[in-house]
């Protein structure tokens, strides 16, 4: 059974860092792309950041660019997402996902149950 | 970005057929996805690339359409559909997802 576990979110004060992890279990991670897509409070989802299998290539969204890195580690089974700079409208749930694929294109096939974050003074 | 644009919210009986739409600003070939978010879970995929039921998803639940204009039809809605159902595109750069359809099961 395919299971994603996010952890790390809290309460964190603007301008401060955070570090979510997401433990994958129940398939071989190094063979699937992963993702982190939010959901502000009573909010639509919204893409964040994917990573390539091997990490080499990583996407983000423009309003994260320069202040949120996506990272993997295959051996640990783990996605991490080091947020910086946080900024009141960072503030939402974090879900961790599996990106499935074919020649086409990529779709979230799994999701985590998603941990908050919220950035307030 | 493409923006996909949904209906708000739909309210059925159960036993009908519910159709949600999702109109996109530009083409996304076939690349479009639906999932279905309950209160208080994080999503799962219906359908993936228009038309490709997940597995383990009823057959109750089906996809079509390519280009701009998209269809996830419910038939029959049963109470347990009660959720909001999310439309989601990957031919474009950056992925984006529709606001939401709120279904409510009268």
Redesign the interface.
Known sequence: EVQLVESGGGLVQPGRSLKLSCAASGFTFSNYGMAWVCQAPTKGLEWVASISTGGGNTYYRDSVKGRFTISRDNAKNTLYLQMDSLRSEDTATYYCARLDNNYRGYWFAYWGQGTLVTVSS | DTVLTQSPALAVSPGERVTISCRASESV???M?W?Q?KPG?????LI??ASNL?SGVPARFSGSGSGTDFTLTIDPVEADDTATY?C?Q??N????????TKLEIK
Do not use: I, M, V
């Not at chain 2, 879970?41 to 995929?45: D, I, R, V």
């Not at chain 2, 750069?93 to 939401?100: C, E, I, M, N």
């Open positions: 070939s076939t690349l996805h999932y978010q879970q994080q999503p799962t995929l993936y690339l997940e999310y989601q990957s031919w750069d950056p992925f984006t997802f529709g606001s939401g």
